[in-house]
T-cell receptor, first 108, second 113 residues
Framework: KNEVEQSPQNLTAQEGEFITINCSYS?????LHWLQQHPGGGIVSLFM???GKKKHGRLIATINIQEKHSSLHITASHPRDSAVYIC??????????FGEGTQLTVNP | DTAVSQTPKYLVTQMGNDKSIKCEQN?????MYWYKQDSKKFLKIMFS???????INETVPNRFSPKSPDKAHLNLHINSLELGDSAVYFC????????????FGPGTRLLVL
């Protein structure tokens, strides 16, 4: 079992819908990272969290350290949000572990 | 101006060859990384250097050798390439250690025939 589990693996939504992607982890961490990988392969860092909540435009990321869980929300989704969203955790000793990613498709 | 660049973008080579992938960042960051993304799109860290010193060295065959001539460059040399080395290799950098926001290069698509 992977130390970082994401759900769902695949998600299809209609434009305008509110989207939630979940990440659960089983190790103690110093921080958690949400990444976006575009269909062309490029990877962009969205958020780095160690507590609470962060917001950037239509994207919101939350983390609950006690429950070892993070969520990425997208409000008013758009087809250009279609991508793979990857959760990564920074465990002790600077070890970095990735989830398997969530493929999001937003249809017009 | 590209922040993290990698060359080449595509690399097709025969089994047994030796090849290098270069990475450069112009962000003034202290830490650089190499990641491998396999055919199932799963990312795994391979190496991390902080100020030219190796700080992360995951379980990677010793055919893979990173070299950091200065803190703006982290090259990956691969000896005796095998079919299983086919993957996309991403370079990244961050200011400080790995829990800081990382900036990724565009990736190098390696195909070993």
């Amino acid at each position: 079992k992977n130390e970082v589990e994401q759900s769902p693996q695949n998600l299809t939504a209609q434009e305008g819908e509110f989207i939630t992607i979940n990440c659960s982890y089983s190790v103690g961490i110093s921080a958690l990272h949400w990444l976006q990988q575009h269909p062309g392969g490029g990877i962009v860092s969205l958020f780095m969290l160690s507590s609470g909540k962060k917001k950037h435009g239509r994207l919101i990321a939350t983390i609950n350290i006690q429950e070892k869980h993070s969520s990425l929300h997208i409000t008013a989704s758009h087809p250009r949000d279609s991508a793979v969203y990857i959760c990564a955790v920074f465990a002790s000793g600077s070890r970095l572990t990735f989830g398997e990613g969530t493929q999001l498709t937003v249809n017009p | 101006d590209t922040a993290v660049s990698q060359t080449p973008k595509y690399l097709v080579t025969q089994m047994g060859n030796d090849k290098s992938i270069k990475c450069e960042q112009n962000l003034g960051h202290d830490t650089m990384y190499w990641y491998k993304q396999d055919s199932k799109k799963f990312l795994k860290i391979m190496f991390s250097y902080n100020n030219k010193e190796l700080i992360i060295n995951e379980t990677v065959p010793n055919r893979f050798s990173p070299k950091s001539p200065d803190k703006a460059h982290l090259n990956l040399h691969i000896n005796s390439l095998e079919l299983g080395d086919s993957a996309v290799y991403f370079c990244a950098s961050s200011q400080g250690r790995s829990w800081e926001t990382q900036y990724f290069g565009p990736g190098t698509r390696l195909l070993v025939l």
